[in-house]
């Protein structure tokens, strides 16, 4: 058996590799809850279970997710791969004209996140996910039809609507299989997708521009080919992607159990509950939700200057077009590689906040470095650079929202939070998308130094002894604890600062 009734009420039990007590609440967000473990409803884990449960979701859900995320973010960058081919000067842009597309992208990304999110808590994930990757699949393929500055820009703001609450969702939505002990590096290996995005547009666009003597000039291939791909796959992710645990077909009636209760135990005071906006508008009494939005704002510049203007910054090399966007494949490679040992690393010390600032540091060294430099005299220390900035661009996204979430028990609470803290940190490309100006190509000198000080900001926040985004969370937990007449030392490996 998978779980069982415990056999009495003093008794303790197993919860993954922790001691819990029957009778305690496991509702973090909330001290006064009475959902969650009790002696009534407390459950006996098998372990050996858990894992090939685990295994099950793995291999169902992390492939088909990942390649979502890698057409999701195929479909917003390869805009910057298509201006090394020649798109400003093909559909006409004057002066900073490509700039106002990069930066119309977030006005609706920013605006219709939370309300799209919402959507997906009252219908699923599981449905609108692949809705939502339908529209913005197709808008990419109108991009073959664009003609001017203003059919450009209109796209591209339907496309920051469709994208806008696909990651939070996909957040909100890996919370309901897996614990919050599992969830960072399974989050990361999905979000690793969008490093490997940004290497395969590089070696799609190489093949795209290769194209001559065709009607079309070679971009719009670009468009029409990542499009295609996009559209057909969200049918297939419709049909494939199970609504919940609890219901999923490929488990049996034993595992489905399994499942429902392990999340209630870990990671929700109520599983599968219905979506209240005055309940999951709390979140914001919360102060450290604050705190950790202004990390996300951080986060957010040097993020979206590495994922939109990589090309741009490869080509102060002096490389042709080709092996610009050849040479762009190696950084986002090394930067999904550095994202999973963050990750699990994160994950196997139960500890966020030393990982966020490690990723920080990476990027603001990577940024230092190719601004000090001559990086005509210097090409191979200036390629180097390049590798550090994406080391650190991708992992504190992650961490930071597997942080929030590992942390906030009521469903709708999490769907807010991942909801208006994502698009907070992806609006920071208003500011990316205005710094990198053509009048300061080659070298983008003005830009490049204020790209990494923003990092230094969430520095002090990240350190895991001092900050308020650490004590607070721990605070409850020990309250609680006391409360119910235990040690909080019984929980202290249990319940981290993730």
């Known amino acids: ?242 609504s919940s645990a609890s219901t999923a077909k490929f488990l049996t009636e034993e595992e489905r159990n399994l499942a429902y209760h392990r999340i209630q135990v870990d990671s929700s005071s109520i599983v599968n509950e219905e979506f209240n906006l005055h309940d999951s508008l709390a979140i914001f009494k919360q102060p450290t939700t604050y705190a950790f939005l202004a990390i996300e704002i951080c986060l957010g510049v040097p993020l979206q200057s590495v994922n939109l203007f990589l090309p741009q910054i490869v080509a102060r090399l002096g490389y042709s077009t080709i092996k610009t966007n050849l040479y762009t494949v190696a950084p986002n490679v090394s930067g999904a590689v550095m994202l999973l040992i963050l990750a699990f690393s994160s994950d196997y010390t139960r500890r966020r906040g030393p990982f966020i600032a490690l990723g920080f540091l990476f990027t603001f060294i990577g940024f230092i470095i190719y601004v000090s430099i001559d990086v005509t005299n210097q090409l191979h220390v200036a390629y180097f650079a390049t590798f550090m900035m994406c080391w650190g661009t991708a992992a504190p996204s992650v961490l930071l929202s597997t942080w929030y979430n590992n942390n906030i028990p009521h469903e709708g609470r999490r769907v807010v939070m991942s909801s208006v803290g994502v698009p907070l940190s992806n609006l920071m490309g208003l500011v990316s998308s205005n710094i990198f100006l053509n009048k300061d190509a080659p070298k983008y000198v003005f830009p490049l130094f204020p790209s990494p000080s923003p990092p230094l900001t969430p520095l002090p926040r990240a350190n895991p002894t001092n900050t308020p985004t650490q004590i607070h969370p721990r605070a409850r937990h020990h309250r609680r604890l006391r409360r119910h007449g235990r040690s909080p030392l019984l929980l202290s490996r249990y319940l981290h600062d993730a």
Not at 193 to 217: D, E, K, Q
């Open 1 to 242: 058996m998978s779980l069982q009734k415990p056999r009495s009420r003093s008794s303790e039990f197993e919860n993954g590799d922790a001691k819990v007590i029957p009778g305690m609440t496991n509702d973090i967000d909330d001290p006064e809850s009475k959902v969650g473990i009790t002696a009534e409803s407390a459950y006996v884990f098998d372990h050996q279970a858990e894992r090939a449960l685990c295994r099950k979701f793995d291999f169902r859900l992390l492939p088909v997710l990942a390649c979502m995320y890698l057409f999701n973010s195929l479909d917003k960058g390869n805009l910057g791969n298509a201006k090394t081919d020649g798109l400003e000067k093909d559909l006409g842009f004057k002066h900073n004209q490509y700039n106002i597309i990069l930066s119309v992208f977030y006005i609706p990304y920013v605006l219709c996140a939370l309300p799209i999110a919402m959507l997906g808590k009252k219908y699923g994930p599981a449905t609108v996910l692949p809705i939502l990757m339908m529209f913005f699949g197709s808008f990419t393929i109108l991009g073959v039809a664009a003609q001017n500055f203003g059919g450009m820009m209109t796209l591209r703001w339907f496309l920051g609507m469709s994208e806008s609450a696909f990651f939070p969702l996909v957040i909100y939505y890996l919370t309901t299989f897996y614990r919050r002990g599992e969830l960072a590096r399974r989050l990361a290996i999905f979000y690793a997708a969008s490093n490997i995005a940004s290497a395969f547009s590089g070696l799609l666009a190489v093949g795209c521009f290769r194209i001559t003597n065709t009607p079309l000039y070679p971009w719009r291939y670009l468009f029409l080919i990542e499009g295609s791909a996009t559209l057909l796959f969200a049918i297939f992710a419709f049909f494939y992607l199970p």
